[in-house]
């Protein structure tokens, strides 16, 4: 294994290991050395991967952004308004299913919060770029307030340890009916393959 593999997959397991205590005792209840202990390595070895528990909150957060930022690119170049809110809401939906313990930190620690301020700084807001795909370019103030709604309540539910039995396709299928349920979509045409892709126009 090459000194690049070691430093990567030794980032990788940080950065898990620092979103375990994140999760146990919220980012700022979280120390460096907390974070070292855990991992079972020296300070300077968590040092020379970041410099800051900032960063290393970021790097956390990184992931699912460029992943929700990515399937937003995706909808805006889908061709019909239909497709665009269901690759939109689809989108949001399996982010928030893989990342269910990070989904629940976004909905708790004011920490992560601002991770993701930093990480978007000068870039539109995800949840305003999100509700724009999700009902336009100028909805009421009913329509704003049901696509907050909407997304705050979706990622409030799958982050919650109360639905943390429930295995991912079922948790999906679930999300992603209630929002189009919220945004008044169609009903599903009957499922031909896997996933949430088989969506009306």
């Known amino acids: 294994m090459s000194g690049d593999t070691v430093a990567e997959d030794t980032r990788s397991r940080l950065l898990a290991t620092a979103l375990k205590l994140f999760s146990e005792h919220g ?24 410099k800051t528990k900032d960063e290393i ?4 957060a990184a992931p699912a952004l460029q992943e929700l930022i990515a399937r937003m690119d995706e909808a805006e170049r889908q061709r019909t308004r239909g497709s665009q809110i269901d690759h939109a809401l689809g989108g949001f939906v399996d982010l928030i299913v893989r990342y269910r313990s990070l989904i629940a930190l976004f909905n708790s620690d004011p ?16 949840a305003a770029r999100m509700r724009k795909l999700l009902v336009g370019p ?9 696509a907050n709604v909407l997304l705050a309540g ?3 539910a799958g982050g919650s340890s109360e639905h943390a039995h429930l295995d991912d396709e079922t948790l999906r299928t679930h ?3 209630i929002g189009r349920r919220m945004l008044g979509r169609p009903k599903r045409r009957p499922k031909t393959g ?6 009306g126009a």
Do not use: C, N
Not at 27 to 50: P, R, W
Not at 138 to 146: Q, S, Y
């Open 111 to 126: 920490g992560i919060m601002r991770a993701i301020e930093r990480s978007l700084d000068g870039v539109e807001t995800f």
């Open 27 to 50: 980012v700022g209840g979280t120390s460096l050395q907390m974070i070292a202990d855990e991992l079972g390595v020296t300070k300077a070895a968590v040092y020379y991967h970041f």
């Open 57 to 60: 909150t970021e790097a956390v």
């Open 138 to 146: 100028d909805p009421d103030l009913a329509t704003t307030l049901t």
């Open 154 to 156: 979706l990622a409030l």
């Open 175 to 177: 999300l992603f009916d």
């Open 194 to 199: 896997t996933g949430v892709a088989e969506e």
